[in-house]
């Protein structure tokens, strides 16, 4: 029996085809692909959380979840927050059309409750608090919504096509240099982040995401996930970007 992974119960979203794009600027191209690649990425950690929050019944591995469910929380957080606050108004600015990221922005308030709600409950949570089946409902609560999100945005993001790539590389890469910024403990933060990177996704044909230097996973596995290591063991994928199996999944302690 295969043992469920973090491509569900939410699914993965597909990165645009070359059928999809044939012709478009290969800057759009790039730029919903890697928007796509990173939205996949919290999907799974999503998934992870999902699946492995009612098994957890040991103090350690509680203590050591609550941390990992923080950290994947925080990065969804504040991916939207710095989209928010330039990436969508530099694209308003740039096509001249002011409202043209509404429709992205309207979906953001309709999971954002049910985020905060759930991101507030996990910096409450204690081990003696722990409620594996009260985690579950709380992603419930925004998860579906989220998902709808992360997916109608990539196509909003191909729709630019019609005013070229020129203008949006810089602005996503001002995008990605923000989310830089916002990282205040890199000890919870990278490995939380590379260990929800799967390379071998459709086949291994987005491996060069995200593009860092080779040496960065060894940095993040031997330096950085070393404080926190527990809380890594909930991740779908290796430092290296592999998938690897989700030890508290039910099927996965049946075995
Ligand atoms: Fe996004
Ligand atoms: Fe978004």
Known sequence: MALPWADQPFSLIPTPTAE??????????????????????????????????????????????IIFCQVAIEVIHTHHQMEEANFFPQIAEYTGEPNIMEKNIEQHRAFDAGLTVFEGYVYKLTPETYDGAEVKRLVDGFAEVLVTHLNDEIQTLLALQKYGGEKLGPIFKTFNDNIMKEVKDKHRLLPCALGC???????????????????????????FARRYSGSWRFTPCTMFGQPKPLPFTKEALAV
């Open 20 to 65: 999809q794009t044939k012709g478009y600027d290969k800057v759009v191209i790039a730029v919903a692909r890697e928007m796509c690649l990173a939205h996949n990425a919290m999907i799974r950690n999503l998934n992870a959380i999902y699946l492995q929050c009612e098994q957890l019944t040991v103090p350690k591995d509680q203590a050591d979840f």
């Open 197 to 223: 990177i799967d390379r071998t996704f459709e086949d291994g044909k987005n491996a060069d995401f995200p593009p860092f230097p080779f040496f960065v996973p060894y940095l993040v596995k031997y330096v």
